[in-house]
């Protein structure tokens, strides 16, 4: 089964400053995707970022951008330039391709919860 | 549009009331998802929904029955709930052959009172 891990209950960081916020997980699969998600006090589950394993650029989205590590099955978040907006719980999430009739739901940390000070 | 819409936003029940969860999306999206999360924690899966089929039930205790009439829609339907069943229920969709992100929607919090 696959499980994912953030060690980092909490994370803080100055605004302007960068954070990093990491992730392993554990799969006997080769092919799959892996995603950063935000959860804001709003509630709303936000994408933040996406990789896709057979990949090995490393994905960007603005401000946010992914050290992905296959062989050390390590997915770490990189926060520049933070943000007030930014401060929110963090998920790491894994899923699987879809192959036949499988499902592709995810598989979740439990989450770094980021603050970000003025 | 790229929304997941749920509602209500919050609901307030009493362990013997009968009340309805509703999700609906409009991306083409085959695959439907309920998750219950609790303060703090990941969301946890409870049921996954594929071409308007129940596919997976995540040892759902029965007082919680999902349905999906149509495959842009998906209820929670809830009867005798007990206080700790109060949580955010979140509704989240996705591609099912073409794996893309999921989607989820602001969810509902439920408070069993």
Known sequence: AQTVTQSQPEMSVQEAETV??????DTSESDYYLFWYKQPPSR???????????????????????????????????ISDS???????????????????????????????LSVKP | DTEVTQTP??????????????????MGHRAMYWYKQKAKK???????????KLSINESVPSRFSPECPNSSLLNLHLHALQPEDSALYLCASSAR????????????????V
């Open chain 2, 9 to 26: 936003k919050h609901l307030v029940m009493g362990m013997t009331n009968k009340k309805s969860l509703k999700c609906e999306q409009h």
């Open chain 1, 44 to 78: 709303q589950m936000i994408l933040v970022i996406r990789q896709e394993a057979y990949k090995q650029q490393n994905a960007t989205e603005n401000r946010f951008s992914v050290n992905f590590q296959k062989a050390a099955k390590s997915f770490s978040l990189k």
């Open chain 1, 83 to 113: 943000q007030l907006g930014d401060a929110a719980m963090y998920f790491c999430a894994y899923r699987r391709k879809f192959y036949g009739g499988s499902q592709g739901n995810l598989i979740f940390g439990k989450g770094t919860k």
């Open chain 2, 97 to 112: 052959d073409r794996v893309s992100e999921a989607f989820f929607g602001q969810g509902t919090r439920l408070t069993v």
């Open chain 2, 42 to 52: 990941p969301p946890e899966l409870m049921f996954v929904y594929s071409y308007e």
């Open chain 1, 20 to 25: 990093t916020l990491s992730c392993t997980y």
